[in-house]
C-alpha cells in the first residue's frame, strides 16, 4: 500500500521527545489547534453573539460531522468534555436498587471502576468484576465469580467469562471497546447482542477505538457509548461525546446541574440538560470536525494500518526482547495502533502507590521516551501507541533504551 504520513512538523512535539502514549494523550496536530484557538478568539470577541446565538448551530454543525464519522444519527449524541464525564452521566441516570449488580471486567478503566463502585455503594447495589485474566499469575480478588484463561484465542475468551457473571440482577454491562491497561480491542458488539438477548443493556467505554477503528455505532447496537476525542482522533483536550440509545433518552439525568434548556430558544431536546454545564469554552467540540478532516484527507485506511504494522513491530521487537511468547493474537482484529506487552514479572518490582513505575522513569528520564507502564490486577505492560508522526526510528529508540536499562 503507497501511503506517505504527514511530516512530524505537523504537530508541536518537541524534537528531543519520543512520544509513544498517543492512548493517553494524543497531542492534537497544529491544524487542530489553531482551529481551537480561532473558536475561542471567536467567543472572546463578542460573548453574547457567540453563547446566545452562534454556539449551538456550531455545535449541531460539529455533531453532524462527528456522527457521520461513527456511523450514528446526531440526534442521538451529544458533546462532553470526555469519557469520564460521559460514564458520570451514564451513572447518574440508571436506576439501581439494593441488590442490583452492574457488570465488569477486570480489563476495564480505574476510574470507571471508581464511578460504579461509587455508584453502586450509594444504590445498595454492587459491582461484580468478571475476571478475564491477561496472561498473568494468578492474583486474588473476591468480586469475581467466573475467570477466563487469560489467553485470547477467539471471541468467546471475553464474551464467555462476562455472559457467564449476567445473573437476574444484573442492570448493565460496562465494558471497553479497546481496553486501557491491555489494550486489546473487544468484541463489542457481540456482546450487546449476548447482553441484550438476556435483557441487559450495554455501556461501552470507547475512548480508544474513536478513529482507530472504523465504527458504526448502528451496528454496534449498544446503549451508551462513552468516548473521548482527544486520543486517537486527535481532537483538542476537552472533547468527548456520549451517545444514548432513543430508548433511553427521556430517562438521562445529568451529573451535575445547570439551566438544563437551550440558551439560545430553541425547541426542547434531552441533550439541553448536557450542552449548558455554566459557562464554558465549547472550543474543543468545535474542532472536532478539523481533527476529523485532518485524518480523513491523510487517508484512514492509511493511518490505520501503518500504525498498526507499526505496534505491530514494536511488539515483535519487545516480545523477543523479553523472552515472551505472544498472548494475543498477530491481527488488526485484536491490537489496532497500540499494544501492551507483559513485562517478565521478575524484572520490575511493583511501582509504589502514586508513583510512575520505576522503568517509565527510566525510560522518560533517562532516554526522553513519553511510554506508560501500565499495571492491573499484579500485572505490568509496556504500552505501546503509534500514531502518524511515529516511524520505525521511535522503536529502535525504545528497543535500544530497553537494552541499556537492562535485566533481561
Ligand atoms: C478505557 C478508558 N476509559 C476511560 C478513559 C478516561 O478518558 P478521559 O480521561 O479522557 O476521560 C480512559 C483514559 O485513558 C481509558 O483508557
Known amino acids: 500500500m503507497e501511503f506517505t504520513p504527514p511530516p512530524r512538523s505537523a504537530w508541536s512535539i518537541p524534537e528531543d521527545v519520543t512520544y509513544l502514549n498517543h492512548g ?45 464519522f461513527v456511523g450514528a444519527d ?12 460521559a460514564m458520570n452521566v451514564v451513572a447518574a441516570s440508571l436506576e439501581l436498587k439494593p441488590g442490583d449488580e452492574v457488570l465488569l471486567n477486570d480489563h476495564e478503566y ?35 465469580s467466573s475467570r477466563g484463561s487469560g489467553q485470547f484465542r477467539s471471541t468467546a475468551d471475553i464474551v464467555e467469562p462476562i455472559m457467564a457473571c449476567v445473573t437476574e440482577r444484573t442492570r448493565l454491562i460496562v465494558v471497553s471497546h479497546i481496553t486501557s491497561p491491555s489494550a486489546v480491542i473487544f468484541p463489542v458488539a457481540e456482546i450487546c447482542r449476548r447482553a441484550h438477548e438476556r435483557g441487559v443493556p450495554v455501556c461501552i467505554d470507547g475512548p480508544h477505538a474513536i478513529a482507530m477503528r472504523e465504527i458504526n455505532l ?19 483536550c ?13 430517562r438521562m439525568k ?48 492509511g493511518f490505520r494500518e501503518s500504525t498498526h504494522q507499526l505496534a505491530r513491530t514494536a511488539r515483535a521487537r519487545i516480545e523477543q526482547l523479553f523472552g515472551l511468547a505472544d498472548w494475543l493474537p498477530d491481527s488488526p482484529d485484536w491490537f ?30 533517562q532516554f526522553r521516551i513519553e511510554i506508560p507502564v501500565t499495571e492491573y490486577f499484579g500485572q505490568a505492560f509496556l504500552r505501546v501507541s503509534c ?22
Open 238 to 250: 476537552g472533547a468527548g461525546f456520549l451517545y444514548v440509545k432513543r430508548s433511553w433518552q427521556s
Open 74 to 85: 446526531s440526534r442521538d449524541m451529544v458533546f462532553v468534555d470526555n469519557a469520564t464525564v
Open 336 to 365: 489496532g495502533s497500540m499494544v501492551a506487552i507483559p513485562l517478565p514479572a521478575s524484572d520490575y518490582k511493583k511501582a509504589k502507590p502514586n508513583a510512575m513505575h520505576p522503568l517509565q522513569a527510566a525510560l522518560l528520564n
Open 387 to 408: 500514531h502518524l508522526y511515529n516511524t520505525t526510528s521511535d522503536i529502535d529508540h525504545l528497543i535500544d533504551a530497553l537494552q541499556q536499562i537492562g535485566r533481561f
Open 24 to 68: 493517553s494523550f494524543g497531542p492534537a496536530p497544529r491544524v487542530v489547534q489553531e482551529s481551537r484557538e480561532e473558536w475561542s478568539r471567536r467567543l472572546e470577541r463578542q460573548p453574547m453573539d457567540f453563547y446566545l446565538r452562534q454556539m449551538e448551530p456550531a455545535i449541531d454543525q460539529a455533531m453532524e460531522s462527528l456522527a457521520r
Open 110 to 144: 480505574g476510574a470507571v471502576f471508581r464511578i460504579w463502585r461509587q455508584r453502586c455503594e450509594a444504590a445498595g447495589a454492587r459491582v461484580v468484576t468478571a475476571r478475564l485474566g491477561a496472561a498473568v499469575p494468578e492474583v486474588g480478588d473476591s468480586e469475581h
Open 254 to 301: 445529568p451529573h451535575m446541574t445547570s439551566w438544563g434548556r437551550s440558551l439560545g430558544g430553541r425547541p426542547e431536546r434531552w441533550q439541553d440538560q448536557l450542552n449548558w454545564l455554566g459557562t464554558r469554552d465549547p472550543a474543543p467540540f468545535l474542532a472536532v470536525p478539523i481533527a476529523i478532516e485532518f485524518l480523513e484527507q491523510v487517508g484512514l485506511e
Open 218 to 236: 448502528r451496528g454496534i447496537d449498544c446503549d451508551f457509548y462513552c468516548a473521548s476525542l482527544h486520543k486517537w482522533l486527535s481532537a483538542p
